[in-house]
């Protein structure tokens, strides 16, 4: 089975920094799309970064890039959301993913890990 397993959340204030993990297992780990979702309240859940696992190529939303980055260890079979900056705008719940591409849309991903809250006051 495949699963991905996040870690990292919490409560920060504004200004500050998080880092989350993902480990996944039970994936084919190469030329694939580890990405990082969130959820905030009462919206619809929105692509913050991907990556590919080969390390082709990395894809941040606009209302992160300059503040968050991500990463993978592939000996560790980790990707991380380094997350600097932090806004009361960017509480939500981020959601590690996985799939063959990387696209826009939470669709496009076969498997999903639990979920990490974050919250900035």
């Known amino acids: 089975d495949v699963q991905l397993v996040e870690s990292g959340g919490g409560s920060v204030e504004a200004g500050g920094s998080l880092r989350l993990a993902c480990v996944v297992s039970?994936?084919?780990?190469?030329?694939?799309?580890l990405g990082w979702f969130r959820q905030r309240p009462g919206k619809e859940r929105e692509r913050v970064a991907t990556?590919?696992?080969?390390?082709?190529?990395?894809t941040y939303d606009d209302s992160v890039k300059g503040r968050f980055t991500i990463s993978q260890d592939n000996a560790k079979n980790t990707v991380y959301l380094q997350m600097s900056s932090l806004q009361p705008e960017d509480t939500a719940v981020y959601y590690c993913?996985?799939?063959?591409?990387?696209?826009?849309?939470?669709?496009?991903?076969?498997?999903w890990g639990q979920g990490t809250q974050v919250t900035v006051s």
């Open positions: 039970g994936y084919a780990y190469g030329g694939n799309c």
């Open positions: 990556i590919y696992t080969d390390g082709r190529r990395t």
């Open positions: 993913a996985a799939g063959s591409t990387c696209g826009p849309y939470s669709r496009g991903y076969n498997y």
